[in-house]
């Protein structure tokens, strides 16, 4: 499993928007809320920063400290996929909880989306699934923070994407998570 030091590593930009002393995510409201648990890296990465955007492209959805419950809602209840899955338009995919289904963990400002399929049992071994705006369906058989790494490290091509992404120097913007 790839550490978020090595996406650090590809994606330097991103560091200035390390949180101090972690973020104080409560795993089980989500896990509870969920109905799974996740996997450890994308756990790790939501733990040290907050939502990041990638190049004004790409927006990586972390859960927000104090409310892990609606975050794990939103994921259970994806209704675009539900929407694509009831057209057949998912190829073999389903929206989860089906068994295997996908759960959504970024987007891009495209139409993008950015999944895990929840297969195996394992979350550590969850696939990343990406369906491009054009409805192009690909699986890399990586964890989230590989994923990003290899794309912006270019060790990872996804078919469909914009020919100027990643871009040569990819700026991170972090959103801030407080709740007030």
Same mark, same amino acid.
């Given at each position: 499993? %790839?550490?978020?030091?090595?996406?650090?590593?590809?994606?330097?930009?991103?560091?200035?928007?390390?949180?101090?002393?972690?973020?104080?995510?409560?795993?089980? &409201? %989500?896990?509870?809320?969920?109905?799974?648990?996740? $996997?450890?890296?994308?756990?790790?990465?939501?733990? &040290?920063?907050? +939502? %990041?955007? +990638?190049d004004d492209f790409l927006m990586v959805s972390v859960p927000t400290p *104090?409310?892990?419950?609606? @975050?794990?809602?939103?994921?259970?209840?994806?209704?675009? %996929?539900?929407?694509?899955?009831?057209?057949?338009?998912?190829?073999?995919?389903?929206?989860? #909880?089906?068994?295997?289904?996908?759960?959504?963990?970024?987007?891009?400002?495209?139409?993008?989306?950015?999944?895990?399929?929840?297969? $195996?049992?394992? $979350?550590?071994?969850? #696939? +990343? +699934?990406?369906?491009?705006?054009? *409805?192009? @369906?690909?699986?890399?058989?990586?964890?989230?923070?590989?994923?990003?790494?290899?794309?912006?490290?270019?060790?990872?091509?996804? $078919?469909?994407?914009?020919?100027?992404?990643?871009?040569?120097?990819?700026?991170?913007? *972090?959103?801030?998570?407080?709740?007030?």
């Open positions: 499993m %790839l550490r978020v030091e090595e996406l650090e590593a590809a994606l330097p930009s991103m560091r200035q928007w390390r949180v101090p002393g972690g973020r104080a995510v409560d795993w089980a &409201a %989500l896990e509870a809320a969920l109905g799974t648990a996740l $996997p450890s890296d994308f756990r790790t990465l939501a733990e &040290a920063y907050p +939502v %990041l955007v +990638v *104090g409310n892990e419950a609606l @975050w794990g809602s939103a994921c259970r209840e994806d209704e675009i %996929l539900q929407d694509l899955y009831e057209m057949g338009d998912t190829e073999d995919y389903v929206p989860f #909880p089906q068994p295997g289904g996908l759960i959504s963990w970024a987007a891009s400002n495209s139409g993008d989306s950015f999944y895990w399929r929840t297969s $195996p049992a394992d $979350p550590d071994a969850w #696939p +990343v +699934v990406v369906r491009g705006d054009n *409805g192009d @369906w690909s699986e890399f058989p990586v964890g989230a923070v590989a994923f990003l790494a290899g794309v912006y490290g270019r060790t990872i091509d996804v $078919p469909g994407m914009p020919k100027n992404w990643p871009s040569d120097h990819p700026e991170v913007l *972090g959103l801030d998570d407080r709740i007030d």
